[in-house]
């Protein structure tokens, strides 16, 4: 007889920004442990996010459910407070008052990053909105998500950022996002501890997401070839595996333990013994250690 291993059984999460990417595959692993999982972004058929890519909500939420588990999507704008508040309201709602899980992932700043450019040089303008995107969308979600875990006294925020330290990222205002990120975490695990609600910063290596697979012309299925324009291509790993580490922490009973913490995809492998999904078990942090990044 097959003992079903659903660590998450029961549980409600939500992913915000989990059309592509780290956020869907955050998702998918969230419903494979058999949580209940809202994905929330804007990008909907028929109407995609400024961007432009085509991933929707939808196409997540079916891989959810397709994982074995209930993928809800919702068409969340969350730098807007209303949409936001609604969200939380018909969780509320549907869900009898239970949420157990958050995960930050709302992003989409792509086309606003000046590489290679001082802060004087680039666009303020950009700047400015970088950090209402992808840092005032995580305090607006938080803000309204909250309450749920603390009136249960349980939960976990997750919010997923870009390196495990406050080192300079390669231009100010993206490192302004992700250090942003991180500390919001660490000062929400403050005050969430005593309520029983745990919060943590989760970083993944360097990502082979949808987008830079495209970037650099190629597929999953010939990934490697991409080491042609950057040999460090070889050391990536695929959105999976950071969503399996979330899905490792969220199954967690001691989670509480690691509130405030500053955690990678390779830490928690190392840690819960986890693969990729094509049986590897990349290590950014050894890579960069050896290489003097």
């Keep these: 007889m097959m003992i079903e291993n659903k660590p998450l059984k029961g549980k409600i999460a939500v992913v915000a920004g989990a059309t592509r990417g780290a956020g869907r595959a955050i998702a998918i692993k969230l419903g494979e442990a058999g949580a209940t999982v809202y994905v929330t972004g804007r990008s909907v058929r028929g109407n995609p996010s400024p961007l432009g890519r085509p991933e929707t909500i939808e196409e997540t939420a079916e891989k959810v459910s397709a994982a074995g588990r209930i993928g809800i999507h919702v068409r969340v704008d969350h730098t807007d407070e209303a949409q936001v508040k609604a969200l939380f309201d018909r969780i509320e709602e549907e869900q009898e008052g239970r949420l157990d899980i958050l995960v930050n992932d709302v992003w989409g700043g792509e086309k606003y990053i000046e590489w290679g450019k001082g802060f004087w040089e680039a666009s303020l303008q950009d700047g400015l909105f970088l950090q209402r995107q992808a840092v005032h969308s995580h305090m607006i979600t938080s803000y309204y998500a909250a309450p749920l875990m603390v009136q249960r006294k349980q939960g976990l925020i997750v919010e997923v950022t870009d390196g495990v330290g406050y080192h300079y990222r390669g231009q100010l205002y993206y490192c302004m996002v992700k250090i942003g990120v991180s500390h919001l975490a ?62 490792s922490l969220a199954g967690d009973p001691n989670v509480l333990e690691k509130s405030g913490q500053l955690l990678s995809s390779w830490g928690l492998s190392d840690e819960y013994g986890f693969t990729d999904v094509d049986g590897r078990r990349p290590h950014w942090g050894c890579y960069a250690e050896e290489q003097g990044f």
Aim: aromatic content about 12%.
């Design 186 to 247: 660490q000062a929400m695990a403050a005050e969430l501890k005593p309520h029983g609600v745990a919060a943590v910063a989760v970083t993944p290596g360097f990502l082979r997401s949808e987008e830079m697979l495209e970037h650099f012309g190629v597929t999953e299925a010939n990934w490697t070839d991409g080491a042609a324009k950057d040999i460090h291509f070889l050391q990536w790993e695929t959105p999976f595996f950071v969503g399996q580490a979330v899905a």
